[in-house]
Structure formats: structure tokens, C-alpha cells
């Protein structure tokens, strides 16, 4: 199974940037896709962005497009978001998730398509 670790939360002030990480414990198949999906406080758990196996296909939620990028390093099996341009609305704990295949994303994945999650990592922007 693919163990997930997040890493890069932090105390940021709005308009500033953090670059989050997702590494696996173990090496593994690389034939997997990544999201990240985010949970603030009496929110539900909401997609933030999904990057597929072989990294040419992204698809991000409308709320960062233009200021979030997915990324992954296959070799050292890390998957990366970068936020820039951060508000307060993306105050969250921030779960990156597993789910294997190879399909392509044209439009928002649900939570339940994946199999594997992180622990999650916080980001806190101030305003």
C-alpha cells in the first residue's frame, strides 16, 4: 500500500506562498494519481487539485486556479503543490491522497475515488 506523509504547512501571511509536499514512505508503482484536498474548520473536506501518474494531466478547483500548481517527482516519489497568492479562505489542514490508475482528470475527482491519505499539514494564512 502506498503510505502518505505531508509536509511544507505552515503560518503565512495573505498573499504570500508555501509549497507543500507529499512523499510516499516506501518506494512504489508510480501508475498512481495524487490529489489534494483540504478541510477547514465546519467545512467539508473539498478538492484543492489532481495530478495524474505520469504528470501530464492537472486539473485544479475553480477557487485556485492561477495561483496553485501541481507538480510531482516520480523518482523520489513526492507529489508538490505550490500556493501562491494565498488568502484567508485557504486556511485549512491540507491531505494529500493515493488512488492507482491510470485515467485522465476532466473534472473534479470526489474524495471517495481515492484510496490512501495523508495525515494532512496546516496552513493557517493571516489577513
Known amino acids: 500500500q502506498v503510505q502518505l506523509v505531508e509536509s511544507g504547512g505552515g503560518l503565512v501571511q495573505a498573499g504570500g506562498s508555501l509549497r507543500l509536499s507529499c512523499t510516499a514512505s516506501?518506494?512504489?508503482?508510480?501508475?498512481?494519481?495524487v490529489g489534494w484536498f483540504r478541510q477547514a474548520p465546519g467545512k467539508e473536506r473539498e478538492f484543492v487539485a489532481v495530478?495524474?501518474?505520469?504528470?501530464?494531466?492537472?486539473y485544479y478547483a475553480d477557487s485556485v486556479k492561477g495561483r496553485f500548481t501541481i507538480s510531482r517527482d516520480n523518482a523520489k516519489n513526492t507529489v508538490f503543490v505550490e500556493m501562491n497568492s494565498l488568502k484567508p479562505e485557504d486556511t485549512a489542514v491540507y491531505y494529500c491522497?493515493?488512488?492507482?490508475?491510470?485515467?485522465?482528470?476532466?473534472?473534479?475527482?470526489?474524495?471517495?475515488?481515492?484510496?490512501?491519505w495523508g495525515q494532512g499539514t496546516q496552513v493557517t494564512v493571516s489577513s
Open positions: 491522497a493515493a488512488r492507482y490508475g491510470t485515467r485522465r482528470y476532466l473534472e473534479v475527482p470526489h474524495d471517495y475515488e481515492f484510496d490512501y
Open positions: 495530478i495524474n501518474w505520469s504528470g501530464d494531466n492537472t
Open positions: 516506501r518506494r512504489t508503482s508510480n501508475t498512481y494519481a
